[in-house]
Every structure is written in structure tokens, then in C-alpha cells.
């Protein structure tokens, strides 16, 4: 098992290394001269010195290879330079943000996991009755509907209509309520059919008969013979879709005007901020790959199979 | 006419809702032009936030623009864009796809681990990272999109290009000395394509909510042209006051991508036996019944 | 052995309904069993073995409807038109039962201990940790060598004879009465085969339980079975002692099985000598004597009417052949 992580993690910088160089080349290839821009962004009116100045500051006058190193070792202690728009030092920007966007997955994360298996059983349970028909219908819309279109829907029935949450703002448990179940809604529908189309599976292989041969109630194999078999699934696309909430804060954020890193990425898109979209991208990639570590490590616990030829 | 069969045979054997939502969701995307009432894009500030009328049956929006002539042109904004980026992401994902069902062995491995990579990617950053490279325009969208979606597609292909390969029928076509160039254009690609439509069809609703989304956030679909999800966004600083011209894009948007989904579910959940429904067991009895009556020699 | 039988099938006729077809598998099929007796069945795949024995308890597959009619008392319960609640009962406790595959019967993702284990929980009343233990007896029970480690082991990691003691381990778990075993031995190689056999023939004496055995395999008729069911296209050929009917079969069909068996004084690439032909394909029900197009014997009035299973001249034998017996 040990061995198996230390492999994963040894991949995992690797593609690391890999995201770093493509995000580098991102922004060295980008348009403009650097120098130029930031010597202007701190006095409009820059001389050549000026520009030599900050040549010499930010190391662009030395070749890719040692300027890629410069920039590797800066980003490693978090310093991710500064943004070409705004002046702003982007890693600090980052930082700051962080939480919020934390804050907003995390509460995504466990409203998708909690509905996923609340409406996946009661399908499995009553499965091609009336409770399953039902859930499936709000499965098929809850997938069917765009984030915005939910978070839309949710302020003017709980906010506008109700008065019962708070519109916008990041101001404590009240206000995280609506942005959690805007993120978590569309992928609490897509893992309830992951939920419902494993437990359908795995109903009809060979070793549900066995079980039945046992006298056990068709309840008790639902979770005892069919749960474990289609743990890894879920796992798998759990992950999944936690990396597509992360990315769904872009949508998110916005709407309930929170300062995260997706209405970070959000302005570095619109505006064309290299820096500032090199930086997100970073940090998102970096952690797809570790999410998709921990996902992996889950699917090898969860699977005998796997764990045994693992470990 | 290999693949066309694949795919009409295909078609006739969905569910009725999906082709139903679909086939209105086409047909309202192809003659849009003909079909508004009103232009989409003629504003009338005397009608601005209007309710329902005889003359307008889903009032206008805050421009005073007629919504049901923007919602129709808006289906043909989404079909031409969903079709445009289809189009492209298959493209490439066909052609990878079955070059690596075809060659096999490194160049197999090698595409596929690209492949790999792509998908475990959410598409959403993909497309955010094309645009803040290339910049906001229509054509950026379709080919941050595309970019987004030819993992999937070749992932398909490939399957389905090892399947045609595996055939004892290819076999004999290369014993016989087909060259490699007839084999891939008159056998694999055609059978590949067909099998590839049908999943491309049921991708199309999460293309469209790629669009919506990209457009909500103003970085696809640009104001007048009418979108959902640009509309909905337009609209919703109104919301207080006029939130029927949020939640008629957002319905529309979601009937649409439900009748892809269906389709899509219907796809993927043929392989999994069921219960028989009450209706097939009395159809499947009356045939037990009739037995009782008659034997055969 | 002259008690009351524990299992009385009287015209058991099963129609499957499936999405795509309906067909009687089953077709008035009758026999009785005693307690510690052997019941074999035997006949040609697709002869609805399977069928006669798992459908009236319930055991059919997801996508296929059981119409069962006819009467299966088992100790005086009657199953056909059981309600599933009865049926639950009785299954694991009173009938133990061991599947035909012992590669996908086991549960992949489930260490066998417990997959065990809850069968003697469940039934036997016993707190987990008794029902631990009596895993552990069971394992050791079923010859299989360090018997704790196995308990933590997953089926993938055993081979296929190992995979089917654990499989009757399961099915005896909570001692039933009677044991329906579905080509215990087919998937498993020749070596393995008669150890397997020889297991069931010894716990069944110890248990006093009564066994149903289904096979395609003369050889193990000859060696496990107290009586034996002959099964053809659903119907039933001949039934009646095993010594007698391997011995002096009455209906063609067992002729030409028992004649199929390769014999010692074979010449060396003599020709095999099967059955020619091929079983009818299943639909509605034949007119006349399933087995006429093949049978040798075959007269003018075989296709027209279907032959009842009568008494032969020795009365411990059944068969349903007009020509042979008259
Ligand atoms: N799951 C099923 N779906 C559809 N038809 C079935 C199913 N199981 C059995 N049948 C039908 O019942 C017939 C008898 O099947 P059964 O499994 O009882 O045969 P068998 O004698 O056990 O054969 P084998 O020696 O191959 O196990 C088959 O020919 C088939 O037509
Ligand atoms: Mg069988």
C-alpha cells in the first residue's frame, strides 16, 4: 500500500512539473512586452530605464530555461509575481481568497454527496416504483439544470419571495446556504444516478442470487452485497465531481458576489490577465492532481481487488 | 449508408420524451427566422418589462424586446453553436480515436494516456483557460469548447474502432490485401462515425449547458444575439421585479438539455436488465395462455 | 429411507417470461424425495434443470418472470403461489443452495468469512462471533488448509475449487434439510471433481440432509445419486432407482445418454457415439414426444400425442416412452 502511494505521489509531481511548464509557457508566450506593461503600470510615464529597471528586477532579461526556474522557485514559496493589469501581487491576491472558495466546495461537497446517496437509495430501495420514478424525474431535472439557473431560482424563493436568506455576501452560515446548494444541486443529481445505476448493476450479477439463496431480505443486500460493490464507482465520480465544483465556483461566486478564486479567474479570463489566470490554473491543477491521488487511494481501499494487488 | 442505418435504427428505438424535446428543440432551431413573431433584436422601451399579452404571450424584457422571439432565436444561437462544437471536437476525437483502435500498441497507449488527462480535467477550465489566452469571440468559444470535448469523443471512437476491428471480417479483408488506406476509410470510419453519432447526440444537452454557462459569464454568446444563458443573465439584476424573464431562459435551457439527458440515460442504461413492466408480462402471458389451446408438432 | 418424503413435485410446469420471449422450460415434471436421499437430475443444457429447481423458490434472475404452476410441497408448505416472505424462510435455513458458476457466485467485494458467517447469523440465531466461529468449523468442514486466513480472503484470490467449498459452506451453513446443488463440479477440472463430489456425499451423511444434484455427468449419477431424473426439453423422460435405470434404461433418450458415455474397451479414435441431432428449440409447447426427430425408435403415432409418464415393468421406474414400455 505504502509503496502504491509513494508511486501515485512520484506521478503526481510529475504531472505537476508538467502543468508548471504549460503554465509558464502560457504566460512567456503571451502577447506584450512584460516589461514594458508593468514599468508603465507604475509610472505612466516609464523611460527606457525604467523598463530596464524592471528587466532587471523580474529577471525577464535572462534566458527561458534560468527564467523558468526563477519563476518555479517564486511560486513554491507562493510568490506568483504580479498582475500586468492591476499591480496586485497575484499570490497574495490568491491567499486571501482561498477560504472563500474552500468554504464554498467543501459545502458543495457534502450537499452532492448527502442528496446523491439520500436520493440514490430511496431509489435503490423502491426501486421501479413510485419513490423511484419520482427521484429519478428530479435526478433527470437536477442534472438538466445550469448552476446559475438553481442559484437564480434559490434567491428569489428563499431571498426576493421569503426573506429568509441573505442575497449575496460572505457573512457567515446563513449566507453559505444558498451559494452550497447552487454548487452542490447539478452534481447531487449527476452522483444520484451514479448511486442508482450502480445499485442497478450490481442487483442483477449472479452473487445477488447467491444472496437470496441465503433467506437475507432484499434490503440488507442492497447494502451489504450490492454497497460495497459499487463504492469505487461512486468514489471515482465523487471526485470527479468535486473537481467540476471547483470550477463551478466561477459560475457561483459571481452570482453571490464572493470573492473567491473563481471571480478571481473569472476577471483574469474577461480581462485578459495572464498572470492572474497563470496563477488559477495553477492552483486549480495542482489540486485535480492531488484530489485525483486521494480519489485513487479511496478506490484502492474500497476495491479488495485492487487493495490486495496493491499493496 | 452504413452508418446512416446504424442511426436511424438508433433513433426509432429512444424514448418518445427525448426525441419528442429534441425534435422540437431542431426544428425550432432551424426555422427560427420564419417562425418569431416579432424581430428578436427590435427594442420598444413603451413595452419595457411588460407582461403576458395577446400580442406578446410572454411579455418583454427590460429593453421592451419581444421574449418569446428571443427565446426561439435564442434555440437557434444554442443548436448552431452545439452543432458547430460537436462538429470540431468529433472531428479531431474520431480521427484520434480510431487512428489508435487502428495502429494499436504505442501509438494506442501513447494517445490514450493524452486522452486521460484531457477527460480528468473539469471541460469548464479548459474552455476558461482558451478564452483567457485567445481572447472573448464567437469562434474562441466553439474552439474552447471543442478543445474541451475531443477527449471524450476519441475515447468513444477507439472503443468503438477496436470493436469493428476486431471483427473476423477485417481479418479477411487484410488476408486478402485491402490496403490499410481502404480498410480505414471504407470500413472503420464509417462504421465508427455511426455508432459515434449517437453518443454525440446524447452529449449535445452538456454542450449547450457549456454554452449557456460560458455566456452567462460573458465570455461566449455576446449581447443582442439572443442565448439563454445570456439572457438570463441580462435579466437577472430584475429579478425582484421581473423574475419571469429569468426563469423562461432557464426553463427553456433545462426542457432542452432534459430531452438530451433522457436520451443520454437511455443510452447508457440499455445493458442493464430490468424487472418486466406489468404491460409485457400480460403481453408475454397471453402468448403462455394461448398455448393451452394449441401445441406445435 | 421409507419415511415421509420431505419434497413432494407434483406437475411442476414453469413458463419464463423474458423482454424478448416467453418459454415453458418446465413441463409437468413430478418426483419425490426423502430425507438423506439423492435425487440426480440429469439431461442436455437448456433442458430446464436449472429452472425446475430455483424458480419455485424464487431464484430467478432480474428480467425474467416465473410463471410457475403445479404443487411443490416441501414438508408439507406448499411453494407454487408462496408469498416471498415464505419463500425467504425457507431459503438458506431448510434449503441450502449451490449455484452452477462458483466464479461469479461469490460475492468480489465481500471477504468470505462473512459471506459465511450471516448465513449462520441469520438462521442459527447466534450472535456474530458464534457466527464467526461457525464459519471457521464450516471452512475447516470443507477441507480447505489454514482455515483463519482464508476467513479474511476475497474470492478473487482463491481458485475455482476453493471458490466452490466456500460456495457449500455457505449452502450448509445453517444445516438444511435439503441441499440443491447445480452442477456442482462442471466448472471445475477432473482432479478437483471427484474430491467436490466426495465432500457433498459426506457432509449430506452427516447431516442427514436430502440432495437434488443436477449434472449432465453419467459418472457422477453412477457414483452420488440414490435416484435419477431424466430430463428432456423440459419434460421429463424417466425416473426411477439409479442402479435400475443405469442399468436397463427404458426411454431412448437415456439410452442414447448412457450410451454417449466413452467406455474402457473403446478402440482408441473409435467414433463418438452421442446422440445425433440437437434439442428442439423452446417456443410453445410440442404436440407430441419431444424427443421423436432424434429417436431411434420412433413410430407413426410419436409426433401426434404427447406420451404421459407411465410405470414400466418394473414398478420403481417411470418413463414416458409408448413404444418401449407397451
Ligand atoms: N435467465 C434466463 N432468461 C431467459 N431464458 C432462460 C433463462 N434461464 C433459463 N432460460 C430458458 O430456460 C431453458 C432452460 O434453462 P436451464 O438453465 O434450466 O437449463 P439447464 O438444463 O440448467 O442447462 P445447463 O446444463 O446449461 O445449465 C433455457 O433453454 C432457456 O431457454
Ligand atoms: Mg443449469
Known amino acids: 500500500m505504502l509503496v502504491f502511494i509513494a508511486k501515485r505521489a512520484r506521478n503526481a509531481v510529475l504531472l505537476l512539473f508538467l502543468a508548471s511548464v504549460l503554465c509558464f509557457t502560457l504566460v512567456v508566450s503571451a502577447p506584450g512586452n512584460v516589461a514594458i506593461l508593468i514599468a508603465e503600470l507604475r509610472t505612466p510615464t516609464a523611460t527606457k530605464e525604467d523598463i530596464a529597471k524592471v528587466e532587471e528586477e523580474l529577471g525577464l532579461n535572462k534566458p527561458l530555461l534560468e527564467r523558468y526556474g ?210 488559477c490554473l495553477l492552483v486549480f491543477i495542482t489540486f485535480f492532481v492531488i484530489l485525483n491521488v486521494v480519489v485513487d487511494i479511496g478506490i484502492t481501499l474500497t476495491d479488495p481487488r485492487l487493495r490486495r494487488q496493491r499493496s | 449508408m452504413q452508418s446512416i442505418k446504424a442511426f436511424a435504427k438508433a433513433v426509432a428505438a429512444l424514448p418518445r420524451a427525448a426525441v419528442f424535446t429534441i425534435g422540437a428543440f431542431i426544428l425550432l432551431g432551424l426555422f427560427a427566422p420564419y417562425i418569431t413573431p416579432y424581430d428578436p433584436n427590435a427594442q420598444n422601451l413603451l413595452m419595457a418589462g411588460e407582461g403576458p399579452s395577446l400580442a406578446h404571450w410572454l411579455g418583454a424584457d427590460h429593453l421592451g424586446r419581444d421574449t418569446l422571439s428571443r427565446l426561439i432565436a435564442a434555440a437557434r444561437t444554442s443548436l448552431v453553436g452545439v452543432c458547430l462544437v460537436l462538429l470540431c471536437a468529433h472531428s479531431i476525437g474520431i480521427v484520434i480515436g480510431t487512428i489508435a483502435g487502428y495502429r494499436r500498441g504505442w501509438t494506442d497507449e501513447v494517445l490514450m494516456r493524452v486522452v486521460d488527462v484531457g477527460q480528468a480535467i473539469p471541460s469548464l477550465i479548459v ?19 471543442a478543445l474541451a470535448w475531443w477527449p471524450s469523443s476519441a475515447r468513444i471512437s477507439r472503443a468503438v474502432a477496436v470493436n469493428v476491428m476486431n471483427k473476423p471480417h477485417m481479418e479477411a479483408l487484410r488476408v486478402l490485401g485491402a490496403s490499410p488506406l481502404r480498410i480505414y476509410f471504407v470500413h472503420l470510419f464509417p462504421a465508427t462515425l455511426g455508432a459515434v453519432l449517437v453518443y454525440a447526440t446524447a452529449d449535445a444537452g452538456a454542450v449547450a449547458l457549456a454554452i449557456a454557462t460560458l455566456s452567462f459569464l460573458g465570455l461566449g454568446i455576446q449581447p443582442p444575439t439572443p442565448e439563454w444563458g445570456q439572457m438570463l443573465v441580462d435579466a437577472l439584476p430584475y429579478l425582484e421585479a421581473d423574475p419571469r424573464q429569468v426563469i423562461l431562459p432557464g426553463l427553456t435551457l433545462t426542457l432542452a438539455v432534459v430531452g438530451f439527458n433522457i436520451l443520454g440515460e437511455a443510452v447508457a442504461l440499455n445493458r442493464v436488465p430490468k424487472p418486466l413492466g406489468a404491460r409485457l408480462v400480460a403481453a408475454r402471458r397471453r402468448i403462455t395462455a394461448s398455448w393451452a389451446t394449441e401445441t406445435r408438432s | 429411507m421409507t419415511a415421509e418424503p420431505i419434497l413432494i413435485v407434483k406437475d411442476l410446469t414453469i413458463d419464463l417470461l423474458t423482454a424478448h420471449t416467453a418459454v415453458r422450460p418446465v413441463d409437468s415434471i413430478s418426483y419425490q424425495l426423502r430425507r438423506g436421499e439423492t435425487l440426480a437430475i440429469v439431461g442436455e443444457s437448456g433442458s430446464g434443470k436449472t429452472v425446475t429447481c430455483f424458480a419455485p423458490l424464487g431464484l430467478m434472475p432480474v428480467g ?263
Open chain 2, 127 to 145: 474552455s476558461l483557460a482558451v478564452i483567457g489566452i485567445f481572447g472573448v469571440s464567437y469562434w474562441n468559444m466553439i474552439l474552447a469548447l
Open chain 3, 64 to 326: 425474467v418472470k416465473a410463471d410457475v404452476s403445479g404443487s411443490v410441497l416441501f414438508e408439507g408448505t406448499e411453494l407454487v403461489g408462496a408469498n416471498e416472505e415464505t419463500l425467504r424462510s425457507l431459503r438458506g435455513k431448510s434449503i441450502g443452495f449451490i449455484f452452477q458458476d462458483p466464479m461469479s457466485a461469490l460475492n468480489p467485494a465481500r471477504r468470505i468469512g462473512h459471506q459465511i458467517a450471516e448465513v449462520a447469523e441469520l438462521h442459527l440465531g447466534i450472535t456474530p462471533r458464534a457466527a464467526e466461529a461457525r464459519a471457521l468449523d464450516l471452512i475447516k468442514m470443507v477441507g480447505m488448509s489454514d482455515p483463519n486466513a482464508r476467513l479474511k480472503q476475497y474470492p478473487h484470490e482463491l481458485s475455482g475449487g476453493l471458490r466452490q467449498r466456500v460456495m457449500i459452506a455457505i449452502s450448509i451453513a445453517a444445516e438444511p434439510k435439503l441441499l440443491v446443488a447445480d452442477e456442482p463440479t462442471t466448472a471445475l477440472d477432473v482432479t478437483v471433481q471427484a474430491q467436490i463430489l466426495r465432500l457433498l456425499k459426506e457432509i449430506q451423511a452427516r447431516m442427514d440432509m436430502a440432495m437434488v444434484l443436477i449434472t449432465h455427468d453419467m459418472g457422477v449419477v453412477a457414483g452420488a445419486a440414490d435416484r435419477v431424473l431424466v430430463m428432456y426439453a423440459g419434460r421429463q423422460a424417466e425416473v426411477g432407482p439409479t442402479e435400475k435405470v443405469l442399468v436397463a434404461p427404458r426411454h431412448p433418450y437415456t439410452m442414447g445418454l448412457i450410451d454417449a458415455i466413452p467406455r474402457r474397451d473403446d478402440a482408441i479414435g473409435s467414433r463418438f457415439r452421442g446422440l445425433s441431432g440437437l434439442p428442439p428449440i423452446l417456443g410453445a409447447p410440442i404436440k407430441g414426444c419431444a424427443f421423436t426427430p432424434r429417436c431411434r425408435h420412433s413410430v407413426e403415432g410419436c409426433g401426434a400425442q404427447r406420451p404421459p409418464l407411465r410405470t414400466t415393468a418394473d414398478p420403481a421406474v417411470m418413463a414416458a416412452c409408448p413404444v418401449l414400455n407397451a
Open chain 1, 70 to 279: 526563477f519563476w518555479l522557485q517564486g511560486a513554491l514559496k507562493g510568490n506568483l509575481g504580479i498582475s500586468y493589469k492591476t499591480g496586485e501581487d497575484v499570490g497574495a491576491a490568491l491567499r486571501s481568497r482561498l477560504s472563500v472558495t474552500a468554504t464554498l466546495v467543501a459545502g458543495g461537497a457534502v450537499v452532492a454527496f448527502v442528496l446523491s446517496l439520500l436520493v440514490g437509495f430511496i431509489g435503490a430501495l423502491w426501486a421501479h416504483r413510485m419513490p423511484d420514478y419520482i427521484m429519478r424525474g428530479i435526478a433527470l431535472l437536477g442534472a438538466s439544470t445550469p448552476s446559475f439557473f438553481v442559484g437564480a431560482l434559490l434567491v428569489y424563493a428563499f431571498s426576493v419571495n421569503w426573506h429568509l436568506l441573505p442575497t449575496f455576501g460572505f457573512s457567515g452560515p446563513a449566507s453559505w446556504v444558498l451559494p452550497w446548494l447552487t454548487l452542490g444541486f447539478l452534481p447531487a443529481a449527476v452522483l444520484s444516478r451514479v448511486v442508482r445505476v450502480g445499485f442497478e448493476d450490481a442487483m442483477a450479477k449472479p452473487y445477488v442470487l447467491t444472496a437470496r439463496s441465503k433467506g437475507l431480505s432484499q434490503t440488507r443486500i442492497l447494502f451489504r452485497d450490492a454497497l460495497p460493490n459499487i463504492a469505487p464507482t461512486y468514489l471515482n465520480a465523487l471526485g470527479t465531481q468535486i473537481g467540476t465544483m471547483v470550477v463551478g465556483a466561477v459560475v457561483v461566486e459571481p452570482l453571490f458576489a464572493w470573492q473567491g478564486l473563481g471571480d478571481l479567474f473569472l476577471a483574469g479570463v474577461r480581462f485578459r490577465d495572464f498572470m492572474v489566470v497563470q496563477a
